[in-house]
């Protein structure tokens, strides 16, 4: 029986339409939210009141047919507020103080870039998707790449980490010693740097099994003044070479879903331990039923899962954990790699899910 043949909802129908309209709007959205960052649209009404867009095309230097289109638009998603009386726009104290003030518009800046890479590679996600292989990190553009590092830099500054590190059992007098760590999928470095600026006496080895990354982690580490303490080598997460003694601290920055054998990552990673090391296992916050995570942020990591954080599990021994796994599984994976204790770290961090991993 054909769709033709059966009784539809005429409304069912209709609003099914309308959220492809929503849909679509919500992507151009994304789209002009990120041109108005660049474009210092948003930083120029942080504090300013209601703006025309004469007055605001004005701040910035551009036409003013681009700030008054602009200005709709964001009004449309809610970002502004509009004054039809005198035709003019607001921007909210609490929006200025997200996309401005906070992380908001450098966060958003950051994934755009990465969903411009995707644009990109999707005839090779779809040719994929349809035969089931994998889509690897050295296969993605280099845009993809630093946009994934943008992100980082914002999400796991010297800050964050630090307040990871001061949650875990023991760990920072050891680090503050001079205790070794080792960062796995490290990347372009920034959360391995982000560990030496937070505990400046430690030394921190990071591994990442792109050559590339591994070419932009020294400079950046170069640049950022921790050379001496911070070194960078290319390895994969089940082959990373242990120094006498061990590590103090073996560390996975949203890395573990990402990997084709897991179990085998983090079993590496205890093996590589120092007598009363442990494991900082740092993923995507997601409950662990899925219809608990059927909600705006589940929508953000599932999506991410599908497009960037399966596929490079699939390119390498195929298990794929997903980008959104919960707590639950994760804490299976570790008993699998022979961890006896597994601790949830008390920290703010509303994108994150932080476990101290201990033999």
């Not at 990120?34 to 210092?40: D, F, K, S, Y």
């Not at 800050?159 to 070794?180: I, K, M, N, T, Y």
């Not at 960062?183 to 505990?199: E, K, N, Q, V, W």
């Not at 050379?227 to 120094?243: L, M, N």
Request: hydrophobic fraction near 45%.
């Amino acid at each position: 029986m054909t769709v033709e043949q059966t009784t539809v909802d005429p409304a069912k129908v209709q609003a099914t339409m309308g959220k492809v309209v929503e849909e679509l709007g919500v992507a151009l959205g994304t789209l002009t939210a990120t041109l108005g960052w660049r474009a210092g649209l948003w930083q120029a009404m942080a504090g300013a009141g209601p703006l025309t867009p004469a007055e605001l095309a004005g701040r910035v230097g551009t036409a003013e047919a681009y700030a008054r289109e602009w200005l709709k638009a964001q009004a449309a998603g809610g970002w502004v507020a509009y004054d039809p009386a005198g035709g003019r726009f607001t921007l909210p104290d609490e929006v200025a103080a997200a996309l401005v003030h906070g992380p908001g518009g450098a966060i958003l800046d950051a994934c755009v870039t990465m969903l411009l890479a995707m644009g990109q590679d999707f005839p090779a996600y779809v040719e994929a998707f349809r035969g089931g292989q994998g889509v690897g990190w050295d296969q993605k553009s280099p845009a993809y790449l630093d946009g994934a590092d943008a992100l980082g830099r914002v999400a796991l500054g010297p800050e964050q980490v630090g307040a990871f590190l001061d949650g875990l059992d023991g760990a920072g007098p050891r680090l503050d010693s001079g205790g070794r760590v080792a960062d796995i999928g490290c990347g372009y470095g920034s959360p391995t740097i982000a560990l030496a600026t937070a505990r400046p006496h430690a030394r921190v080895d990071g591994f990442d099994a792109h050559d590339g990354s591994i070419a932009r982690a020294r400079r950046a580490a170069a640049a950022a003044g921790v050379a001496e303490r911070v070194r960078f080598e290319v390895a994969t997460a089940k082959d990373f070479p242990v120094p006498g003694g061990g590590y103090d601290l073996v560390t996975l920055f949203d890395v573990l879903h990402d990997l084709g054998d897991p179990v085998g990552a983090l079993d590496h990673a205890r093996a590589a331990l120092t007598e009363g090391g442990a494991v900082m296992l740092v993923e995507p916050l997601g409950a662990d039923r899925v219809e608990d995570n059927l909600n705006p942020l589940g929508r953000m990591w599932y999506g991410a899962s599908v497009i960037a954080c399966t596929p490079n599990a699939l390119a390498q021994e195929g298990h794929a954990l997903g980008t959104l796994a919960g707590e639950a599984a994760l804490r299976e994976v570790a008993a699998a790699a022979g961890f006896g204790r597994v601790r949830r770290v008390p920290v703010d961090a509303p994108l994150n899910l932080v476990l101290e991993l201990r033999p």
